[in-house]
């Protein structure tokens, strides 16, 4: 196929050939990957000016996307990708082959440094993904901080540079630049551009931005950064959002609602942190979609209520795909066993050909975590209808797995249909999605305002009992 890239795709590509460090926070379906390859492919044969290009990326990703799209435009044809990836003598094998890019996923960059030292090869590394590298504090971050400077070129590609606010900033741009506009360290720009928020007694768990930061940190990073989004370049198909409610019964409604109660009531709202946020809201969303794990990770089931209404999409669906996002493994087995009476090809998300025979329109479902979904992977060739059947917090993975369909290539209306449990935490999780506020943030006032309900109730029916 012959590339003709639009325009902001050109402008694009001559920043990555001109500028040896660049950030590329371009929205979803703006041609990220094909950007980053024909700005390598000019580099490598026509100006010499790089001879080894690493590729680190989700593990999806590197499995398919960088060589799919390297294999699908004419002008890329001699370009010859590795891909460094499964049991460590398969990596050794890839990284000896003969080649001019290597794509490793991010989960192995430690062990690549371990691997190379003081002899690392790249001399041009792209991040596909650069919000991957958003903690200072992970093992993939210091390692490759220590190789900057055997790195003559580095590029991020990212949609969503700070997905859970601008502290995420820092040590992506750290990579491109070495700390030179947003400072040497995480705590300089933490103190310079930001104020403690919400704290408990010995620490701070979260912090805001000063007045003007936002504006200030733009300002920074705006010549090492190129910011598009996709509604100023491409005519998307259109998408419409469904919230199909499910209702429990009298009796599972009643099992939620104990069970809510008893966890919620066990945690003080004035001192719940991240961490308890998290381990509540995954047992109360596992509630909602119909089992939990007990103790001995035993599955527990409460009821199925999600599992009929899926059943009904798929008879309504006419005969066109689905893919469905589950939250839990046991979501997964849960639907699986369901659907196995309604003669269906149900295939998981895993490996390259997972996302061919999807493709090819060869499965009724595809069954997907977002996690494993969420970048750069094309699924658009095999269908346009997008069921939730689990929710979560995460906003940039609701974004990101719905782009999968809706992106550039879609021909037919994309529809997203998301199970939601009334009366349950699904509700919270729904409202911050759609209002573009699914954060942990949102996440621990849900809570403190159910743990509060909670409260309430009790105080009322004690003071009730009083008086009798």
Known sequence: MIFKPHDYQRYCINRMILESHLGLLLDMGLGKTVIALTAINDLRFNRFAISRTLVIAPKKVAEDTWTRESSKWD???????????????????????????????????????????????????????????????????????????????????????????????????????????????????????????????????????????????????SDICISLSARDYLTLPKRIDNVIPVHLSPK????????????????????????????????????????????????????????????????????????????????????????????????????????????????????AHPASAAYGLNLQDGGHIVVWFGLNWSLELYQQANARLHRQGQTETVIVQHLVTQGGMDEQVMEALQGKEATQEALLNALKARIEEYKQEEENANNEAKTL
Request: proline share 3%; aromatic share 8%.
């Open 75 to 221: 002008h890329l044809h001699l370009l010859r990708i590795n891909a460094v990836l499964g049991a460590k003598n398969k990596r050794i094998r890839a990284l000896n082959t003969p080649g001019d890019i290597w794509v490793i996923n991010r989960e192995n960059v430690q062990w690549l440094v371990d691997y190379y030292r003081n002899d690392w090869p790249f001399d041009c590394v792209i991040i596909d993904e650069l919000s991957s590298f958003k903690n200072p504090s992970a093992k993939r971050f210091k390692a490759l901080k220590l190789m900057l400077p055997h790195i003559k070129r580095l590029y991020g590609l990212t949609g969503t540079p700070a997905p859970n606010g601008l502290l995420d900033l820092w040590s992506q741009v750290y990579l491109l630049d070495q700390g030179q506009r947003l400072g040497k360290t995480v705590t300089a720009y933490r103190d310079r551009y930001f104020n403690p928020d919400q704290r408990g007694a010995d620490r701070i768990y979260t912090y805001k931005p000063k007045d003007g930061s936002e504006g200030s940190i733009k300002a920074a990073i």
């Open 252 to 367: 599972a409604a009643a099992q939620y609602r104990e069970m809510e109660r008893n966890m919620l009531l066990q945690v003080d709202e004035a001192t719940i942190d991240a961490s308890t946020a998290a381990v509540l809201s995954n047992k109360l969303l596992q509630l909602c979609n119909g089992a939990i794990y007990d103790e001995n990770k035993a599955v527990y089931a409460l009821h199925d209520e999600k599992l009929e209404a899926l059943k009904e999409i798929v008879d309504t669906a006419q005969g066109n795909s689905l893919l469905v996002f589950y939250n839990f493994q046991h979501d997964r087995d849960r639907i699986k066993k369901a659907l196995s009476r309604m003669k269906l090809k149900i295939g998981e998300l895993k490996t390259p050909e997972d996302i061919e025979e999807w493709n090819a329109g060869k499965l009724d479902i595809l069954l």
